[in-house]
């Protein structure tokens, strides 16, 4: 068994179960339920090249009698051919013949490939679907996006994180700032910027890319992208960038809506107003280098 720890504060595990060809001697296929703890898991991914195993069907129907959710996956997808038969056919064959006619026309199949990426965003959706908000909020902020509807609720889940983040950056740690006019805590902003940055997966590689093929469009975000590709973001970077907003009306009507008690809430709806429009930029950086990958495998 492999494991797996991923997400924020280490709060999501994927488990690589052993199949049953792979079992020590004292760990039975009458034992494997208890042994592994089935119940306990969230969701059940049953990925296969070619067909399953009477042992393997007997596990996922008992699987979805419990209660857990189970998601089956074709891998290899971009290998399906038959001299007389489309892949649509191919697809339609094995969903009806090796899933429905199995587990019941309920079930959820996924196409999938891991080198061309074909049905990972798919997938992507499928899990979520099934988790609980939090969970889902967990696996947006941490999963690449495939796709721009993926690419949207990752923004949602990213804004609830700062929502918390600007009210630690208005707390006990907040100090008077010249340059910003108000207090705030720096150093949980930059953790804040940090953070997003990485959610949204601007790499360095990733940004260098974009600029040869779109340098223009990347050049209006320039003060983003180095943050973004920074290794250490300086207190100086974070606070010019934090400068650019003090003062708009619009953090003033965000921080209506809170209530926060004396002189924290010019700090919280300053940090809350970076935080909010660094998704934004965030967002439409990783929807051109989104549109240009698609393209690429086109």
Same mark, same amino acid.
């Given at each position: 068994m492999t494991t797996h720890i991923w997400g924020e504060d280490d709060t999501m595990l994927f488990v690589d179960l052993p199949g049953y060809g792979g079992l020590v001697e004292e760990h039975t296929v009458d034992d494997y339920w208890v042994n592994y703890d089935i119940e306990s898991f969230d969701v059940l991914l049953c990925c296969f090249e070619t067909k399953l195993n009477r042992d393997d069907e007997a596990f996922f129907k008992e699987a979805?009698?419990?209660?857990?959710?189970?998601?089956?996956?074709?891998?290899?997808?971009?290998?399906?051919?038959?001299?007389?038969?489309?892949? +649509?056919?191919?697809? +339609?064959?094995?969903?009806?013949?090796?899933?429905?006619?199995?587990?019941? +026309?309920?079930?959820?199949?996924?196409?999938?490939?891991?080198?061309?990426?074909?049905?990972?965003?798919?997938?992507?959706?499928?899990?979520?679907?099934? =988790?609980?908000?939090?969970?889902?909020?967990?696996?947006? +902020?941490?999963?690449?996006?495939?796709?721009?509807?993926?690419?949207?609720?990752?923004?949602?889940?990213?804004?609830? =994180?700062?929502?918390?983040?600007?009210?630690?950056? !208005?707390?006990?740690? !907040?100090?008077?700032?010249?340059? =910003?006019?108000?207090?705030?805590?720096?150093?949980?902003?930059?953790?804040?910027?940090?953070?997003?940055?990485?959610q949204f997966g601007l790499t360095e590689e990733r940004l260098q890319k974009m600029m040869q093929e779109d340098q223009e469009e990347v050049e209006d975000f320039d003060q983003i992208a180095a943050l973004s590709s920074e290794n250490d973001i300086s207190e100086q970077m974070v606070l010019e960038y934090m400068a650019k907003f003090k003062g708009q009306r619009r953090v003033t009507n965000i921080t209506k809506a809170v209530p926060i008690v004396g002189g924290m809430t010019a700090g919280f709806g300053l940090s809350y107003y970076t935080g909010r429009e660094f998704i934004r930029s965030c967002e439409e950086i990783a929807e051109l280098i989104l549109d240009a990958e698609i393209q690429e495998k086109r």
């Amino acid at each position: 068994m492999t494991t797996h720890i991923w997400g924020e504060d280490d709060t999501m595990l994927f488990v690589d179960l052993p199949g049953y060809g792979g079992l020590v001697e004292e760990h039975t296929v009458d034992d494997y339920w208890v042994n592994y703890d089935i119940e306990s898991f969230d969701v059940l991914l049953c990925c296969f090249e070619t067909k399953l195993n009477r042992d393997d069907e007997a596990f996922f129907k008992e699987a979805k009698e419990y209660g857990i959710q189970v998601i089956f996956v074709r891998t290899k997808s971009d290998n399906l051919y038959d001299p007389y038969k489309s892949r +649509r056919e191919l697809k +339609r064959e094995i969903r009806r013949h090796l899933i429905y006619d199995v587990f019941g +026309r309920d079930s959820k199949l996924v196409f999938t490939s891991s080198k061309t990426k074909l049905g990972i965003g798919k997938l992507h959706d499928a899990v979520t679907e099934r =988790l609980d908000t939090k969970k889902q909020d967990i696996f947006y +902020r941490n999963a690449k996006a495939y796709s721009e509807s993926f690419l949207k609720r990752k923004s949602k889940a990213a804004h609830r =994180l700062v929502f918390k983040y600007s009210f630690l950056a !208005a707390g006990k740690g !907040a100090e008077y700032e010249e340059v =910003l006019d108000t207090a705030v805590d720096v150093d949980v902003v930059t953790e804040m910027i940090e953070t997003v940055s990485d959610q949204f997966g601007l790499t360095e590689e990733r940004l260098q890319k974009m600029m040869q093929e779109d340098q223009e469009e990347v050049e209006d975000f320039d003060q983003i992208a180095a943050l973004s590709s920074e290794n250490d973001i300086s207190e100086q970077m974070v606070l010019e960038y934090m400068a650019k907003f003090k003062g708009q009306r619009r953090v003033t009507n965000i921080t209506k809506a809170v209530p926060i008690v004396g002189g924290m809430t010019a700090g919280f709806g300053l940090s809350y107003y970076t935080g909010r429009e660094f998704i934004r930029s965030c967002e439409e950086i990783a929807e051109l280098i989104l549109d240009a990958e698609i393209q690429e495998k086109r």
